[in-house]
């Protein structure tokens, strides 16, 4: 697709995978344009999510184990997994793959697939930020909370899997762990932490409008408050899209974006050479329509943001409660606790019992951090594959791509996946080996 440098490529999403595949091509010399329905940038799953880049703690959610452990969370009052079945023939076939996949062998396999992709994505993002200067409120360092015995013991395969692969690690008991953050409450058990010193945690939307501002300033057109009908496409290629609604943003700041196009009229055809779809699920009938059929559900997930307490500076480092697979990430002047993993409806309607969970969490380990009680629930839809690792690349029509499934990791793989997905449309042969992270796979 070479030919196609200096010509017109329309990117489907301005979450964080969206914004940085259209930064990645420009710099390969197209002319692009992202089209997003929302008036801003990173405003859906991107933007409440635990903000940790941790390619050591990468890990398809199909692992062995898995089944036992969602059914026996069911009557839980806290749960890191809720499972609220609907009829769906789509979700029914979702669960039988995922299930396939939480095979040892698949495990592994689905595992290294996805850190590949997590490691050259982080070293993507800090040589972007070095080279734009973004400031997105980055941590190093990643702690996974061990809170018995038995979660120091679990922990095991998941060491030796850090040892295979070559990824810095320590096993602290609890007197290390609290001098490492020391803010952590002394009242609950803490049997023991890993230490994962190299990855880190920053602010997906702070980053993701840091790059969009500068993307724009490079010739990047964002067309906010754009809703996609179709992708046309005529004898096996693509032609443009029909939109309507239409706005561009001088530049794309999420709090002020300003008009610049007249309205699209209903149906009106944009001329594109190439197409890349970054959304999330709701654009899945835009490839379904020219028989692309992707196993993506929208597995929910949730987190609450609230400022930190006068004179509290919060913790350190980002952390995860292993027991209840939730994260809690320090930011400038506030805290955020994110986790739960919630299949079946796709409607994005936050539950109770998540918010329970997260506070349970936020308030036992910092207590007084926070005004936990004036807690509110983000909630949003993770685009994830039953077996793990995104999907990305080519589709069997000509000029049509995807960028998509990145579920919980959307933020630690966007720089990463941007990069290889800029390059198959540009023609370049990817820095990392694409086996087993394209379409390819599902045949």
């Known amino acids: 697709m070479s030919d196609l440098s200096g010509r017109r490529v329309a990117v489907i999403g301005a979450g964080i995978v969206g914004t940085c595949t259209a930064w990645y091509l420009r710099e390969r010399g197209f002319e692009v344009d992202v089209l997003e329905r929302r008036d801003g940038v990173a405003l859906e799953t991107s933007w409440g999510n635990a903000g940790v880049i941790a390619p050591g703690y990468v890990t398809p959610w199909a692992a062995p184990g898995m089944p036992r452990k969602v059914l026996s969370y069911l009557f839980a009052a806290e749960a890191p997994v809720l499972f609220r079945p609907v009829p769906s023939v789509a979700l029914a076939r979702w669960i039988a793959r995922w299930l396939h996949e939480c095979e040892l062998g698949r495990y592994r396999l689905n595992k290294a697939r996805m850190q590949r992709l997590a490691f050259h994505s982080r070293d993507a993002l800090h040589a972007l930020r070095a080279r734009l200067g973004i400031d997105d409120g980055r941590r190093q360092g990643y702690l996974q909370l061990l809170r018995s015995e038995r979660d120091v013991a679990m922990s095991g395969p ?24 020391p803010a952590l409450a002394r009242g609950v058990p803490l049997a023991g932490a890993l230490w994962l010193p190299e990855d880190e945690s920053a602010s997906c939307p702070d980053f993701a409008q840091a790059l969009a501002a500068a993307a724009h300033t490079a010739g990047v057109r964002f067309v906010f408050g754009c809703t996609v009908r179709r992708i046309v496409v005529e004898r096996g290629r693509v032609l443009g899209v029909l939109a309507d609604g239409a706005h561009e943003a001088t530049a794309p700041e999420r709090d002020a974006p300003a008009p610049g196009l007249a309205p699209a009229q209903p149906g009106e055809l944009r001329r594109y050479s190439a197409v ?7 654009a899945l009938p835009l490839l379904a329509a020219h028989g692309i059929h992707l196993p993506i559900w929208p597995v929910k997930g949730y987190s609450t943001t609230l400022p930190l307490a006068d004179g509290d500076a919060g913790p350190r480092h980002a952390m995860i409660d292993e027991a209840y697979k939730v994260a809690i990430t320090p930011f400038p002047g506030r805290i955020r606790v994110a986790g739960t993993a919630e299949l079946g409806s796709r409607a994005l309607v936050p539950r109770p019992a998540a918010l329970r969970t997260l506070v349970k969490v936020g308030r036992d380990w910092f207590p007084d951090a926070a005004r936990w009680q004036d807690a509110s629930c983000w909630v949003g839809a993770r685009p994830m594959t039953p077996d793990g690792p995104a999907l990305l690349g080519a589709t069997p029509i000509d000029g049509l791509y995807v960028n998509m499934g990145h579920g919980s990791t959307g933020w630690a793989m966007a720089a990463g996946a941007g990069q290889v997905v800029a390059d198959v449309v540009a023609g370049r042969r990817p820095e990392i080996d694409l086996d087993g992270l394209t379409l390819e796979r599902l045949r």
């Open 276 to 282: 890349v779809v970054a959304g999330a699920v709701d």
């Open 158 to 181: 998941a060491r030796a899997l850090l040892e295979e692969s070559g990824v810095p690690h320590r096993l602290l008991d609890a007197d290390a762990a609290r001098a490492l953050e």
